[in-house]
T-cell receptor, first 111, second 112 residues
Framework: GQQLNQSPQSMFIQEGEDVSMNCTSS?????WLWYKQDPGEGPVLLIA?????ELTSNGRLTAQFGITRKDSFLNISASIPSDVGIYFC???????????FGKGITLSVRP | EAGVVQSPRYKIIEKKQPVAFWCNPI?????LYWYLQNLGQGPELLIR????????DSQLPKDRFSAERLKGVDSTLKIQPAELGDSAVYLC??????????FGPGTRLTVL
């Protein structure tokens, strides 16, 4: 089946820094989604991308749908302590309405 | 607007015991999903309901797992009997549009 690759598994940054995460796949996707999961909670949708090349912002978050349709990037600018959590990329397949998640990247922000 | 509600939040049981999880989706959301999340992994779909009908249960281990959504609103996921490897977080989600799924806080199951 299709797999989404996220690496590294963990990232450590200083408060105020910018951080970039990417997600890659060997398959072409039509929809990229980025979720954040706080400890003890379910994932929360941050940004949805529907077209190759699309660049979308949500506050300090910006995500892009790669031109090849095999990757996506999430950027967080001016990080703050509440940005701590696990960031998942996910792909939505319309044919069977299935959401497939990557393994996630755990972000730590040092004050 | 209330989000997806799940109970219990935590459950500890001994292996071979039965366990059930309950989910109440966001009002008006016809589609309900149950996901399994193992430590260090992303959620994986177990079953999807459109109203009362289970339209995708291909990933549900049917020998020990069962689910129901009798009136097309809330849903129950059951494991009987539980095994050590079932220890995980069980997430419920609902949606109006399939690509925008809203997740509940999950039930963390520990099987001893």
């Amino acid at each position: 089946g299709q797999q989404l690759n996220q690496s590294p598994q963990s990232m450590f940054i200083q408060e105020g820094e910018d951080v970039s995460m990417n997600c890659t796949s060997s398959s072409i996707f039509n929809t990229w989604l980025w979720y954040k999961q706080d400890p003890g909670e379910g994932p929360v949708l941050l940004i949805a991308l529907y077209k190759a090349g699309e660049l979308t912002s949500n506050g300090r978050l910006t995500a892009q749908f790669g031109i090849t349709r095999k990757d996506s990037f999430l950027n967080i600018s001016a990080s703050i302590p509440s940005d701590v959590g696990i960031y998942f990329c996910a792909e939505f397949t319309g044919a069977n309405s299935k959401l497939t998640f990557g393994k996630g990247i755990t972000l730590s922000v040092r004050p | 607007e209330a989000g997806v509600v799940q109970s219990p939040r935590y459950k500890i049981i001994e292996k071979k015991q039965p366990v059930a999880f309950w989910c109440n989706p966001i009002s008006g959301h016809n589609t309900l999903y149950w996901y399994l999340q193992n430590l260090g992994q992303g959620p994986e779909l177990l079953i999807r309901y459109e109203n009362e009908e289970a339209v995708d249960d291909s990933q549900l281990p049917k020998d020990r797992f069962s689910a129901e959504r009798l009136k097309g609103v809330d849903s129950t996921l059951k494991i009987q009997p539980a095994e050590l490897g079932d220890s995980a977080v069980y997430l419920c989600a609902s949606s109006l549009w399939h690509n925008e799924q809203f997740f509940g806080p999950g039930t963390r199951l520990t099987v001893l």
